[in-house]
């Protein structure tokens, strides 16, 4: 009876210390915002890279908790409201990533997103992040023009990534795409351990998309930067000789609740594959659209865009 009511007392003991472990680790947010495209493949684009952002947070589980506005709901003043409501909410244990898709520009001295109505700049933003209590932060800016937010959202204690490395790389970007796939790529997570940092998904992220400029023989219009000391001077390669990347890379991302045996089944690496060539000939077609019919531009975009969603839905299934 003793030894029994030993072990009863060590199992509850057990369950006390993990449920204060998860106290402790507190809560996740995950705020997405897409904003506007000006096309109408761009905001479909956009809100697909939303949507699937979205997917990919909510595996974390029930402490993750998942925000996303885009299309006409991705306005300043529904952004207001959001960061209002998460100011109240959010606890300094918790933590805290934005997540910005579309077009930004820079007029030499604003950084700015397009946004329905009003767009936002750089400072808005920022103050609107400085009113988030949560001492680990991640904004990941992948809008054109981003690397001009810089100097306004670093901060102590936040990890600030941006697409581009100045205000002055206008093209839409590709980094978008890179970065949901590190959050569903195995290859994204280098230590093996299950989960995807900020680091492991920045550093996959940035080596793709310089890889596609180079198999695309197009010349690189954006330079993905990363800093996570609380100053504007970021790198392409954060290393302990640079004195970048110690907060993001205990900075979790992605974690699964309880999926950590998943594997990708060999038969849909040639999925991801096909995938990926699918997407790049999108892109390439964006930049020679100035030199096609618009008819057949339509046509080629939405051939691709079609393949593109059944290849996806087999990788789903």
């Not at 809008?143 to 206008?170: D, Q, W, Y």
């Not at 907060?247 to 974690?255: C, E, K, R, T, W």
Request: glycine share 6%.
């Amino acid at each position: 009876m003793a030894a029994a009511q030993t072990v009863g007392c060590s199992l509850r003991l057990l369950t006390v210390l993990f449920l204060a472990a998860l106290a402790a680790r507190g809560a996740d947010y995950f705020v997405t915002i897409a904003g506007l495209g000006g096309l109408p493949e761009y905001d479909k684009q956009f809100s697909d890279w939303a949507a699937q952002l979205d997917r990919q947070f909510r595996e974390n589980g029930p402490a993750a908790h998942v925000m996303t506005l885009s299309g006409s709901a991705a306005t300043k003043r529904e952004i207001q409201r959001a960061f209002e409501q998460l100011a109240a909410e959010i606890q300094t244990g918790d933590s805290f990533s934005l997540l910005l898709i579309g077009h930004g520009t820079f007029d030499g001295t604003d950084y700015k997103m397009n946004l329905p109505g009003p767009d936002i700049t750089a400072a808005e933003l920022a103050a609107l992040l400085n009113r988030i209590r949560a001492e680990r932060q991640l904004v990941v800016n992948m809008t054109s023009c981003s690397g001009a937010s810089l100097s306004a959202l670093a901060r102590k204690n936040r990890i600030v990534i941006v697409a581009t490395k100045s205000g002055n790389e206008k093209n839409a970007t590709v980094f978008p795409r890179y970065w949901i796939d590190a959050l569903r790529d195995p290859a994204a997570d280098t230590d093996k351990s299950g989960s995807v940092s900020a680091l492991e998904a920045f550093e996959y992220t940035e080596h793709k998309t310089a890889a596609y400029f180079e198999s695309q023989k197009l010349l690189a219009t954006e330079h993905p930067l990363f800093t996570d000391t609380g100053t504007a001077d970021a790198v392409r390669d954060p290393k302990p000789e640079n004195g970048q990347g110690l907060l993001a890379g205990s900075f979790l991302v992605l974690h699964p609740e309880a999926d950590e045996s998943k594997t990708v089944a060999p038969g849909k690496q040639k999925l991801i594959a096909r995938k990926e060539d699918l997407e790049a000939k999108i892109d390439r077609l964006k930049y020679e659209k100035a030199a096609i019919p618009p008819d057949e531009y339509k046509q080629q975009l939405t051939a691709l865009l079609l393949e593109l969603a059944r290849t996806q839905a087999e990788i789903d299934q």
